[in-house]
């Protein structure tokens, strides 16, 4: 599944009839659906080697309890949990807040300045840059298109 998602996001087949140009749903009105039904599949695919087929992918809802929601689930960092990483960069560990504009730094905001911070990043990208679907999504693709890397808010940040 891994190198399923590597060929459609990373260019490694060309387009039927237009051998010059790569497939890559990044950056185009595809990138959620694809996204979506490859998640879909992969899903599907490891219920049925677990002989469970209400199985889901675990996922952090980061916006479904405002503040709870911008903090990483405490399951990352059970070293008994298939989701530890043990070279997680500590500073993102629970309590402290997750910093929506990670650039590899630790800015060490207090937390009403970082929660602040956090909102204002995601204003931004979802509600001022999304105006329209094409600054939000991307713009359509179609066979014979270019692949591009414009600076669309969906894919940017978080």
Not at 16 to 31: A, C, K, R, T
Not at 56 to 62: D, G, V
């Amino acid at each position: 599944m891994a190198n399923v998602h590597c060929a459609y996001c990373h260019s490694a087949y060309e387009q039927i009839g237009f051998p010059d140009l790569e497939i890559q749903v990044h950056n185009s009105w595809l990138f959620l659906p694809w996204h979506r039904f490859y998640l879909y599949f992969y899903e599907r695919i490891l219920g049925k080697l677990i002989d469970n087929e209400t199985f889901t992918l675990p996922f952090w809802n980061w916006g479904a309890r405002a503040l709870e929601g911008i903090q990483m689930p405490s399951i990352y960092i059970k070293k008994s949990s298939s989701l530890y990483d043990k070279l997680r960069i500590a500073w993102h560990h629970p309590s402290a807040l997750v910093d929506l504009d990670f650039n590899r730094d630790d800015p060490g905001l207090p937390y009403e300045q970082q929660v602040d911070r956090n909102l204002k990043i995601m204003y931004h990208q979802v509600i001022s840059r999304g105006k329209m679907s094409f600054l939000f999504m991307g713009s359509p693709y179609c066979a014979g298109d270019k692949t591009t890397d414009d600076d669309r808010s969906l894919e940017k940040v978080p």
